[in-house]
């Protein structure tokens, strides 16, 4: 058997093999991405969005074991930049993750995402697209913080889930800068704790400011859940929102699938195109026998700027 054939027999091995490529950056792996693209599009991607210690890994290890109940395969996906895999961040996730192991159901990969030449967004995408064509039913992609990254991969899931905590000012402020408009649903894990009725009541009238600003732009109202993911508390009101949101776009009377099918192909498209791009124009130079370097070293002395090394070598290798 081929790769393409193994990894779309659902692989273990050779599909592991394939995502250590793409994070390597190898570029026999674009081929296998080609071939394997036609046979993506099958599963579900849910995004978790949401500063580092909010829950992130314990609502997706929850959501799994949920999913495996309707007999759903699944795949995760942990994107942690700030974590290095030997890290011990990754190291617990290995832990909660264990009980998985065994079952051939889940597969879970962490990106370590090391100084990403091309970014963040085209690696997670193109490994969506993997454990997509390896066929999972439904692929749980954890992502850290709200930044412009996180952002831009949340566009590639079907359902977005913002997370935050009780008691924290600065989640409330990052949903008020523009995150808002990613989530599909909001998530005020640790329940437990103190003020959690409070960031719930925050976050409705943050939604409802949206929604008004929204006009009825795709006549989603983003539902608030509380969760202990500890304890699998509200894990199953979570499961049928997300339930909720895949009918609403399944039902596509305003077309809101074409939307998220639109906007990640988009982003894929985009991220590839610079990428390569980059890659282009970067070879080109050294060929050349000019080094990177030494236009940083002219940068830095101000020998000259940015703008202008930039329009000098576009005016050059873009001819
Ligand atoms: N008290 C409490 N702790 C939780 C809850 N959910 C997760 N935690 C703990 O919070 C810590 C960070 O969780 P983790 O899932 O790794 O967060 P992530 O960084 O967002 O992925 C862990 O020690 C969890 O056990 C909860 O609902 N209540
Ligand atoms: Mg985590």
Redesign the pocket.
Known sequence: MGIIDQILAGEVRATARLLRDIDDQVSSSQTILRELYPYTGKAYVVG?T????????????QLALRYRKEGKTVGIL?V?PTSPFSGG?IL??RI?MQRHFLDSGVFIRSLATRGHFGGLTRSTNDMINVLDAMGKDVILV?T?GVGQDEVEIAQSAHTTIV?T?PGMGDEIQAIKAGIMEIGSIFVV?????EGSRKTVREIRNLVELGMRRREESNGWEPLIVE?????G?GIEDLFQGIEKHRDYLLANDRGQLDDVLQKRARNQLMEALRDEALKTIVGRLESRGVLIDDLVRKVVDKESDPYSVVQQVLAEELR
């Open positions: 978790f949401g500063s580092p210690g909010v829950g992130k890994s314990t609502l997706v290890d942990a942690d961040a617990g996730d909660r954890e850290v997370v905590i894990n640790k329940a437990d704790r969760t202990e993911a500890v304890k508390r």
